[in-house]
């Protein structure tokens, strides 16, 4: 269901997107900041979550970068969720982690990394394309999901946009939470349309990063 909304503008860059969960999706090569001063703007601005998703990093440089991003959310008391590298996630003093569905597939198949996750990590999140893929990611013990494209987005060109009767289906279809990705802006009408859905909130990356 979508909660009340107090703030009505059409943009609120400026203000808590009121009512919903707004997860920040981090990509280093869109900020025109020095990329920790784009965290700690991001983090003043106040996001539910921040998922650190630099990929093409190896896994020492993530690491390396994920420790300070980690002391700025927590200066900030900003919850981080790293991405991809589970290995420096179980190092590392977070309690999310967000993986690829075949990620998440893989080293979910052992039962012994399966215990030690379940006991370290609170939020352990997916990305899912079809209502399919969602149902698998609640099986495998996922407790949230983000599910896109919603919308029309650079990130995805050439790409037709899932939309909202896809995010409505896969809402329907599980009972953990569900973020829209993919074209979400700080437009109120987008997340009203989100909550309509049955998402508790969205992520946004091109807006965070270029704030």
């Known amino acids: ?4 909304i107090k703030n009505t503008d059409d943009r609120c ?23 920790l001063e784009q965290i700690r703007k991001i983090c003043e601005w106040g996001p539910d979550a921040i998922i650190l998703r630099e990929k093409d990093l190896t896994e020492k440089e993530y690491k390396d970068l994920a420790e300070k991003v980690l002391a700025i959310c927590k200066e900030y008391q900003v919850p981080c969720i790293l991405h991809t590298f589970y290995q420096v996630a179980m190092e590392l003093p977070c309690d999310g982690l967000h993986l690829p569905l075949p990620l998440l597939r893989e080293v979910t198949a052992g039962k012994s ?3 030690r996750w379940r006991e370290k990590f609170a939020k352990l ?3 899912v394309h079809s209502v399919e893929e969602a149902i698998e990611a609640e099986k495998l013990g996922a407790t949230y999901i983000t599910a896109g494209h919603i919308y029309a987005t650079d990130c995805k060109k050439g790409l037709p946009p899932r939309g909202l009767l896809f995010l409505r289906e896969v809402c329907e279809a599980v009972d ?7 074209g979400i802006k700080f ?11 049955g998402a508790i909130g969205g ?7 270029k704030m």
Not at 176 to 182: D, E, F, L, T, W
Not at 204 to 209: A, K, R, T
């Open 125 to 127: 999140g997916t990305s």
């Open 1 to 4: 269901m979508c909660k009340e």
């Open 13 to 35: 860059t400026n203000e808590k997107v009121q009512g919903f969960h707004v997860v920040a999706v981090t990509n280093r090569t869109l900020s025109k900041r020095p990329y």
């Open 113 to 115: 990394a399966s215990g």
């Open 187 to 197: 437009h109120m009408d987008q997340w009203i349309e989100l909550g309509k859905c």
């Open 203 to 209: 992520c946004i990356m091109s807006g965070m990063m």
């Open 176 to 182: 953990i939470s569900v973020y829209g990705i993919g």
